[in-house]
């Protein structure tokens, strides 16, 4: 049974440019949520995903952007990227109707220069 | 809003010491609380959650406790071995909106 999985591994990037992010949940898990975790710091809430479409965001600029596929994939797009977007970007599935029991990806290392 | 802190940020023991990481909410509507352990370079790992409806939780080597009452939980670890040395962090969300917030971890290092 496969876990959370998410590409690529790293990026690098450049201010202002654009960059998307993707995240295959676990088997079985309909919902998606995308956090943010700075160096040393616990992961921040994004957004959650669920039937398609956003259910929930936390305080995050409009600059971040997401989608979910039929199969339950999703993408993160954050655009006009700052050197304070540099972070871990993590993808968290779950199942609806489970609470909030979220099982997390390895998570995407973004580089902002 | 919620926020979550914990209430130290490095915990040394040795191994086969019982090791215990705890961790502060503020929001009392809050009803769900969970645990991750995080490795170097790797995403948070689950380890053990528990609802607001119970006080104690068990699993293996695990066992958490919640104190609404001073808005308090811990996570207790049995024999603590040197695999377990990563940063821990507990999440407090509400079951209804399926979201959590992070405190911002304890790292426990854990000497053979």
């Known amino acids: 049974d496969a876990g959370v999985t998410q590409s690529p591994t790293h990026l690098i990037k450049t201010r202002g440019q654009q960059v998307t992010l993707r995240c295959s949940p676990k088997?079985?898990?309909?919902?998606v949520s995308w956090y943010q975790q700075a160096l040393g710091q616990g992961p921040q809430f994004i957004f959650q995903?669920?039937?398609?479409?956003?259910?929930q965001r936390g305080n995050f600029p409009d600059r971040f952007s997401g989608h979910q596929f039929p199969n339950y994939s999703s993408e993160l797009n954050v655009n006009a990227l700052l050197l304070g977007d540099s972070a871990l970007y993590l993808c968290?599935?779950?199942?609806?109707?489970?609470?909030?029991?979220?099982?997390f990806g390895p998570g995407t290392r973004l580089t902002v220069l | 809003g919620e926020s979550v802190g914990l209430h130290l940020p490095t915990l040394s023991v040795q191994e086969g010491d019982n090791s215990i990481i705890n961790c502060a909410y503020s929001?009392?509507?809050?009803?769900?609380f969970i645990w991750y352990k995080q490795e170097s370079g790797k995403g948070p790992q689950f380890i053990i959650d528990?609802?607001?409806?119970?006080d104690k939780r068990q699993g293996q080597r695990v066992t958490v406790l919640l104190n609404k009452t001073v808005k308090h939980l811990s996570l207790q670890i049995a024999a603590t071995q040197p695999g377990d040395s990563a940063v821990y962090f507990c999440?407090?969300?509400?079951?209804?909106?399926?979201?959590?917030?992070f405190g911002k971890g304890t790292m426990l290092l854990v000497s053979p």
């Open positions: 968290a599935s779950s199942r609806s109707g489970t609470g909030a029991r979220q099982f």
């Open positions: 088997s079985g898990h309909d919902t």
């Open positions: 995903y669920y039937e398609e479409e956003e259910r």
């Open positions: 929001n009392s509507a809050s009803d769900y």
């Open positions: 528990i609802r607001s409806n119970m």
């Open positions: 999440a407090v969300g509400n079951s209804g909106y399926s979201t959590l917030t």
